[in-house]
Structure formats: C-alpha cells, structure tokens
C-alpha cells in the first residue's frame, strides 16, 4: 500500500494545532453541518410522524429503529466493502443519497402523498448510508492526520457532534414551531449537499489498495476483522458496553418525544429545547476528554466516562412540567458528558491500536453490536411504552443503563492507567 499525502503536516507541525490544516478543517466543516442535519432529524421526523400522521408510540419507536437496523443488516460487508474503496468517494455518495432521501418528505407532504410507510424507507435509506459513512469516515481520518494528531482530531470531531446535539433538535423545534415540521427536513437535506461540497474540495490523496486485496474473499475479510475484535480483551470489552449502554440510551431516547408530547404536553419549541439542553454536556465532554485522559490515563478515562453515563441517567423519569424539567436537563447533561468522554478515548485508541488494513472491518464489527442492539431497544421501549405506558418504559431503560457501567470492570481496563499502543502480540 503506498503512503498517502499529507499536504499540510509541515504546517501543523510548525503551528501546532489542526485549524491550520486545510484538509482537517473541510473534513470537520462537512461533518459539523451533516451533524446538525442529521439531529434536526432525530427531532424532526417524530414530530412530523406523531404531528402530521398521528403515529402511535410503537410507530414512532418503530421509526428510530429503521434508522439503525442497516447496521445489523449490512454492516460487516459495508467495513469489508470501505477496507476495498477510496473513502473519500464513498462518504460523498452517501451524503448525497441522504439529501435526496430528506428531500422526498417535504415534496410528499406538498403533494399530500406523505405516510409513516415512506418515513420508514426515509429512515432505513439513510441509515443504510450513515452505514458506509461513519466506517468510512473512521478509516479516513488516519489518512489526513499522523498517529499523534488523532486524538485531537477527535475530541474536534466530537465536540462539533456534540454541539450539534444542541443546536440540531433546538432548530427542529423552532422551525417545527414556525412553519412545520416538515420544513426541518428541508435543512437536513441542505447539510448533507454542504457536506459532499466541503469532502470533494479535499485534496489529500489516499492510498492505492492492492489488487491483491480487492480479489480476496469477502468472506474471509469479514471473519479476519471479527476475529481481531472476538480475541482482542480491549476491543470485546469495549464492544459489549457499548452494545449494553446503547440499549438504555437508544432506549428511552425512542419513546422521549413521544413522553414530552403527550404526556408533559410540552410544546414542540420547548421539546427541542429541552432535548438540546440535555445533550449539552456532551460539548463539554468533548472538550475535556483529551485532558482527561491526560491527566487521569485513558484507561481510567473509560471509567470515569462510564461513571458518568450511568448512575445519572437515573435522573431522567423524574420530569414534571415546569421545574421538574430540571431533573432530566441534569441527567441529560451528565449522560452526555461521559458519553462524549468515552467517545473521544475510544475512537482515538481504535484508530492507533488496530492495524490500518484492519480498521474498516475492525471499526464495523464494533459498530454491529454496538448499533445493532439500538433498532431492537428501541423496538422493546415501544412495546413497553404502549403496554405499560411511556414512562414505565422511560424508567426501565435508563434503570438498565444505570447498571452498564459494571461491565468495564470485567475485562483488563480496570487494572491499567492507560490503554495499551498496540496489541500484544505485536
């Protein structure tokens, strides 16, 4: 594999710091706006089910859940696919899919066509493309910056996610407060074109891969990038946390408009708000996570990430209309806060620690389990929600993360300061 161009690492280096890289900051720039988009979306296209359609609790749970099930159903052959294909072209195809997805919602609605069946293509479609996206996006990275650069690149990365976890659901609400719901849609699919924009004025060159590499088996390459995590003590640990706690998250996540709508009787200027308000610490996670990790060990970051992400989550069923909405701002803003934590240390350690030719499979083996238990949580806070009450469910689920955090303390991570530079048997 020949090694790729990193036009602008003189600079960095000379200046310190990843603003001055020019591929770093178009790559940031396109994920800062799709970031938005896409969390106008996880506010938006309830709303516009349980507004417009008037979708039940299962519907709507049902509807979060077809926007993750491509990981379970494509997932490994997409990370075999990207360890085959240039990643750039790749996460521009997918973002144009998306802007044409998005846009069909508004244009059904125009025509009074729209129904809950074409949101759930709407939601499956896009996805099946943040499938390629996000592994892709994964590999990519180590592409435009050195091994050292990473973990700022990420905590950058994360931090810009994380912003847009406030700024994406407050706009859903103002613009589904102003003029529809539906119009919010318009500027998701407004992002997703800005961000294709910014990825093809990239000029770093990638990598060829080895003719060698796109012959062999399919098959094979998948069970090679399983196997490296299954035998793995770090990478297992931390895939099976990440699966339990996305249970609890994506868990009372699915039935939380639903909860805010109906039985707070908010409205939809207050829903977003409210949802903006608790992912606000995830930008101050973000920011720290480097420093913490620095300070405390990576290792022990995971931990205290985890700390956070639990126990707190807790906080969350306790919402009363009026100042008991600062029980779930609290808890939201803790949960946040240590996800946004673990994030940065994982990706950074994900990206250094596997082997480069591994990384897409590695990266999508992770995320099969880790986002292929979120269609069927969400599935679960459905039917408890219409079976025993969208609260009950909004208890069980964040009861259930609450526990989470015990599953780090089985593997190697508790014993260590810092995570390890490369697998042992290197």
């Excluded at 990843?18 to 896409?38: C, E, K, P, T, Y």
């Excluded at 970051?301 to 600062?326: Q, R």
Aim: hydrophobic share 55%; charged share 15%; glycine share 10%.
């Amino acid at each position: 594999m020949t090694t790729a161009t990193r036009g602008d690492s003189t600079d960095v280096r000379s200046t310190g710091g990843l603003l001055r890289h020019r591929d770093f900051r178009l790559l940031w720039a396109g994920q800062a706006v799709s970031s938005v988009g896409s969390n106008v979306t996880t506010v938006a296209l309830p709303l516009v089910a349980v507004a417009i359609l008037d979708a039940g609790t299962f519907q709507v749970a049902v509807l979060t859940a077809a926007a993750w099930l491509p990981w379970l159903l494509i997932g490994l052959p997409a990370g075999a696919w990207v360890d085959r294909l240039p990643r750039r072209p790749v996460m521009v195809i997918c973002d144009l899919l998306c802007a044409v997805a998005f846009l069909s919602v508004p244009l059904a609605a125009l025509l009074d066509r729209l129904t809950v069946a074409q949101l759930l293509v709407v939601a499956l479609s896009a996805g099946a493309a943040r499938v390629f996206f996000e592994t892709a996006d994964q590999v990519y990275l180590p592409v435009l910056l050195r091994p050292g650069q990473l973990p700022e690149g990420n905590a950058k990365l994360q931090a810009t996610q994380t912003v847009s976890y406030v700024v994406g659901p407050g706009l859903a609400g103002l613009i589904a407060q102003l003029t529809g719901a539906v119009a919010a849609l318009l500027l998701d699919a407004l992002t997703f074109l800005l961000s294709a924009v910014f990825l093809l004025r990239i000029r770093t060159r990638e990598p060829r891969v080895r003719p060698a590499q796109r012959s062999r088996s399919l098959r094979r390459d998948i069970t090679e990038g399983l196997r490296f995590v299954i035998r793995d003590p770090y990478l297992r640990v931390l895939t099976v946390f990440g699966a339990a706690s996305n249970i609890g998250l994506t868990g009372y996540q699915a039935v939380l408009v639903v909860f805010l709508v109906r039985e707070l009787r908010l409205e939809p200027g207050l829903v977003g708000g409210l949802v903006g308000v608790m992912s606000a610490g995830g930008i101050i996670g973000a920011l720290l996570a480097t420093t913490v990790a620095r300070r405390c060990g990576t290792a022990r970051a995971l931990l205290i990430a985890a700390a956070l992400t639990g126990p707190p989550a807790l906080l969350i069923p306790l919402a009363a209309p009026g100042v008991g909405l600062a029980w779930p701002a609290l808890g939201g803003l803790l949960v946040g806060l240590g996800v946004a934590i673990g994030n940065v240390v994982k990706g950074a350690f994900r990206q250094t620690y596997t082997p480069h030719h591994l990384l897409g499979r590695v990266t999508v083996s992770m995320h099969l389990l880790n986002y292929g238990t979120i269609p069927l949580a969400a599935v679960l806070a459905g039917a408890i929600g219409v079976r025993y009450g969208v609260g009950t469910a909004i208890v069980v689920m964040t009861a259930w993360l609450a526990l989470t955090p015990l599953i780090l303390l089985v593997g190697p991570i508790r014993r260590r300061r810092d995570l390890p530079a490369a697998p042992a048997a290197s």
